[in-house]
């Protein structure tokens, strides 16, 4: 087996969208959200989520807009011409073009998680490719406030892809595989990803396994989340975002140290920005109807 | 009314005010710290006996010297051969006045590199701090160094961003000299710089005199309450210290608590306002076509909105027909990094005013 190709970094991509559906008449919207590891793509029909899409941004950063969008709108029928309004929230130096709005992301996962998890969210934390975000809101998903870190890559998308790499481990299965130990070792004792190969291939050599490793980051990952959360406070009930969500390495350990569950959705909790994206987008469009009038 | 000149431009005052006061009510801003809306200068304040800090005293080693003030609202004025403080000369018929020259800068810089280097300034100096939550040092700073709670909030981080930092400041690590003697604020005086404003707001506002400050052995200031427990000092715990302390040194403790009526009566602190342009269409078409983020200001120059663009011109050309009504000035800055950055600004905004920017789904209507 190759070792080097292997890409430890993928997880699955999909399209989706409501088999047999019929959206003449209903007024289409959409939310675009475009970030530094993944791209995602909500179409609503009606208020009602009826096709979206989950991939990797990629280099061609600026395409990345059009082929998410492209990818949920396949199979619907619907043209991109056809979606009345388009709300689009980028990063770093990217930014949707064919958007009617831009709105910040930050406003958009809160009120995407407040439709994925339910009114009764305060707290929403958004482990995403390349930050960290809490974000404090009410139950409409108003921001009240927030903190993130975009300097530190520990707990986010990319450091975790760093430590997948390291220790050949597909990055969908560190969390699992780092839950299988007897006992929970003491965290590694640098979170910092720079220092990670050096920090992993040490306890490797003194015969840790490679969940222990795992076990140590992930518990080290935890912990720094968590004192990010503490600087601004949690309120419950708090909702999980971002790729690093379906991590439950990261997540059941924070369980622990919270000492309460965050809610679930049975939807992908990586959409909450391109679905907040798309509820805006709902709005906006009525409002411009009214404004013409 | 009588009429002076600041920086040329003519103002009215009426008797008795000072330079600053003059100044402030004009929109013209001369940086200050020890100096504040709402109460009279603290510069003059005399030492007492003895201070205390919890169950410890202290004793004054210099009693007859005045608070000479913090030296940061130095003005220059036609015909005076040096420069004066503004915060304690009165303003008189005639006078011109100039709130800005480099030697006014650099006395202003010389003043504040003497109060930073009893004070942990780290954050101020580090080329990262934009999009840094504080919880982990990437330069490895000790803790001790790093600004404290309040950055993001901090007067002192404000009026530092303002005046400038020069050269040849050294670092200073504070030691935690946290009393919690009281459910309602906590005092750390290892952030407390001397400035006296709550020596002064506690006399001119509450009527008491709770605290008092002596002198140590290199002259420094040190704050206290005249009596070993604030109770026994007379303190009301009205709370309009805790108000007007530019530094992290004084802090509620419970968020969210009615202010008592005393502390409602501390007017805001003056800070400088952004520099903008007039938001019409002859200084739009100015605006370079490239990567960057504008603010959108209203009448009264308060934030309405952050946007982070890859065509400044064009997006603002927009917001010219969308928020004509709402909009009075805006600001821009190139960027490339200008989502990023726009998070930033969100940041800053959403800390001081707990929420969003109202353009920036800050409004009710869209949820």
Redesign the interface.
Known sequence: MDEESKEYWRWPEYNWHEENGDWTGRTVTAGVDVGSVSSQAVILAGGKMVACANMRTGHNSPESARRVVGWALEGTGIKLEDIRYVVGT??????VPFAHR??????CHA?GAIDLYGERVRTVLDMGGQD?KVIRCDQ?????????????A?GTGRGMEVIADILGVPIVEVGRRSLQIDEEPPPVST??VLFAKTEALGLLREGWSTEKVLAAYCRAMAE?VF??MQ?IGVEKELAITGGISKNPGIVKRLERTLGFEPLKTEKDSQLAGALGAAL?AG??YE?QKVQEK | MAGLRINGRKVYFSHGQTILDVAASSGIYIPHLCARAGMPPARGTRPVDRIYRGETGFVTEVLDKAFEGCGLCVVEVEGMPVPILSCSSPAREEMQVYTDSPKIREARRESLVRILERHPHGCLLCPEAAGCDRTLCSINMPEEERCCWKSGLCELQRLTDFVGIRGGLHSFRASRQLIDDNPLFQRDYSLCIGCLRCVTVCRSLAGKEVLGFVYDEDGGILVGTRAPSLKESGCIFCLACVEVCPTGAMKDKKRGEKRSTLRRKVPPAVFPSLECLEFNMENLKGVPACEGVYQLLDPKKELFLVGGTDDLRASLLDCQERYRDKVAFYTFEREPMFTTRERQIIQEHVKQHGRLPLGNCGTDDLY
Not at chain 1, 90 to 95: H, T
Not at chain 1, 102 to 107: F, H
Not at chain 1, 140 to 152: A, D, L, Q, T, W
């Open positions: 980028g990063y770093g130096r990217v930014k831009a709105i910040t992301e930050i406003a009120r960290l409409r998903g108003k921001v009240s406030n927030f903190i993130m870190n975009e300097k530190c520990a979170v910092c720094r004192t990010l600087e805006f709005v906006l409002k």
